[in-house]
Structure formats: structure tokens, C-alpha cells
């Protein structure tokens, strides 16, 4: 599938870029474009892909501090320079846009629903949010940013992919490194889903094309994707159980959003060499995916990776009743009821008492 990204604030700016070097590395060819948006001077330089400064006259490239409001309203202001900057990148190959963002901080909170809606409006293309949800010990800030972001993310959005970041505990020994493995993480992810999507000249009938990505995406507001990996024979024969126990490990243990599982449609994408991929293993995974999330719409494919490894992804589609969903709903309520009222205008683009009829 072909894909222009856009990250939004600081944690969207280095998503993007690992999606953009994974991508890269693995020469995919999937994303066709990719950029970097912010408040923040600072978090843009250090990044490598090309990048657009926006909300200048209203905070000097300092950053909006965590208000999402303002974040909200400096995107708001300089929406066309952004658009003026994909003009070149958003070409008629592309099949989809990604807006990624972290939604607890203020820019990309902010400014990626307003983003998704200018894009939604004028490209016919699906436009998808890769959002990342704050871990449970960041304060009732970020909850609470985080819960009015994807209030608004699910309305105008195609679909919203959600990563928490409490899924991956990394050993690292700082925030930083920390953050730098969950991005890896995500990128590896999202890079072979994306890239899973994308037809491939002469093989069969049974490799994922990117309408069935699509298709997916198109049946939930909120999305997850469960990865896992285990070591392959080369024969296909004796990777029937390798198989299954991949797709379970991916699904029970291995998702973006820990307790997804129930879902409204799901894809399975066994990823590895063409002849160490059992049709009947895959067929099999694809019923056990269709028994758990109780989805009758559980598609299911092969993607050709020069791998000594098999690798199953499964994308959930429609996870909003999933256990973390609703624990974090509520936890963006409270914590939205504890902020001081807003003395922003009442048009503007968050509203605090939206967020009751969430769901
Ligand atoms: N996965 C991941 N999460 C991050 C990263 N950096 C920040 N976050 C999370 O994203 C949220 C904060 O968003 P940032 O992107 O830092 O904030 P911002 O959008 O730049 O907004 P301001 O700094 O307020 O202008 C918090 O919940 C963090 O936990 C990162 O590199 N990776």
C-alpha cells in the first residue's frame, strides 16, 4: 500500500521517520513521502526527513508546552503552508495518508484531528491516524489530551490505529532509549503491514493486496495490530503449527494495544519465504482469528519476505470495546473533569464535555 505519512508533534516526528528508515532498509518502497510537522524548532532539526515549522508568530518555534488547544489552533492557522508542502508528495499512486501523532502532548494532539480533517476533505484518498496512546503512569494531562485527541481522531479519521506505550517495556536505560525501541517496534510493525499491502508482480492469489488492508480499516473507527515472529523450517509442511502458534502469539500477546481482541474485522498476514508458508497453516490461523475476535470478516494472506523467519501480523479493526480502551476512556474523563475550565473560544476544536458520549 502506498502511503504518504505525516507526523505531528514530537513523537510523530520520530515515528515517522523510523516508519520512513525501516521502509528504507528493508527497500519496500512503501512510503512515498514523509513529513515532519511542529510547534517545536528544536525536535524538527534533529530529524532527517523533510519538515514544515507551523504556529511561528503565535509561539516562536518553542512548542506549545502541552496545550492541545493551542496546538488545535496554530495547525488550524497554518494548515495551507503544510498543504503547500504535499503538494509534491501526495501524488495519484498514493492510496493512503497516515497522520501520526503521540496524543497526550499539545502539538500533535492538537493539531493531528485538525490535520486529518483539511486532508479528508480535500483528497479522496483514505486518511488514516497512527496515534499513540501515553502509559498509564504519564499524569492527567496527557489522559486527558489524549481522550479529547481521539474523540475527534475517530470522527474525521478513515481509522484510527492505536499503539499504547505500555505495550513494549523496554530495558533501556533512559526515557529516550526507551522511546527509541517502542518506535522501532511500531515502525516494524506498521513498515510490513504497509508494505504487505503492495501488489507484487508475478506471484499468487493468496498475497495480500492493499484493498484488503483497506477493506479492514474501513469496518472499525479504532484499530490495533498484533505482531509476532518465530524461527521457520524450509519446508512448508513443518511450519503448520509454527504458523498457528505465531498468529496466537500475535494476537493474545503481541498487540498495539494490549487486551484487543474482539473485533468488528480482522486481517492475518503470514509474512516469510513463499515456500515455507503453509496454505493450510494460514487457513487454519485465519479461523483461529475469526473463533477469538468474533468477526466473520477475518481475511487472510500470504506476504513473500526473503526471511528465515515467519512472521504473523493481525490487524483488528473496531477494538473500541476492548478492556484498555475503556479503563483509558475513563481515566481521559476524570482527568478531563479535573482540568480548569478552558476560556478558549467556544468554536474551537475541543470541547470538555464532548468527551461523555465517547462510545
Ligand atoms: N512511542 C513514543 N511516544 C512518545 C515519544 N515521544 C513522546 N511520546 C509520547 O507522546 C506524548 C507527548 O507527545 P509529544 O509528541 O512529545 O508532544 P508534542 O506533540 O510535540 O507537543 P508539545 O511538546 O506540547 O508541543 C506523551 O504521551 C509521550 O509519552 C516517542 O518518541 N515515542
Redesign the pocket.
Known sequence: MKVVLIG????????TQALAEFDHRMGFDAIRGALAV???KA?LQSLSIDTCLVGQAR?NGH??????EL?AEVMQEDTGEVMGQLDGQITAEAEGIFVV???????????APVLVRELARIYDIPVYALG????RD?GAM?QA??GRSLKTLVREADSTLL?D?DAWHSSGDSV?DA??A??RA?AQRVGLLLASGEAIEGVGESVVDSSEVINTFKEGDIAALGYASAAASEDSAENVTTTMSTARQALFTGTSLPDARTADAALLVVAGRPEAIPRKGVERARRMVEDETGSLQVRGGDFPLDSDRLAALVLLSGVERSDRMEEFMERAREANEQQPESDADPAAQFQNDELNDLF
Do not use: H, M, R, W
Open positions: 505531528v508533534g514530537q513523537a510523530g516526528g520520530k515515528l511542529n510547534s517545536a525536535d509561539v512548542g506549545v508546552g502541552g496545550d492541545n496546538g501523532a503521540g496524543l497526550g502532548g499539545g502539538t500533535g494532539s492538537g493539531g499513540v496512546l501515553p502509559g504519564e496527557y489530551n489524549a499503539v506505550n529516550g522511546f527509541d517502542i518506535n511500531i
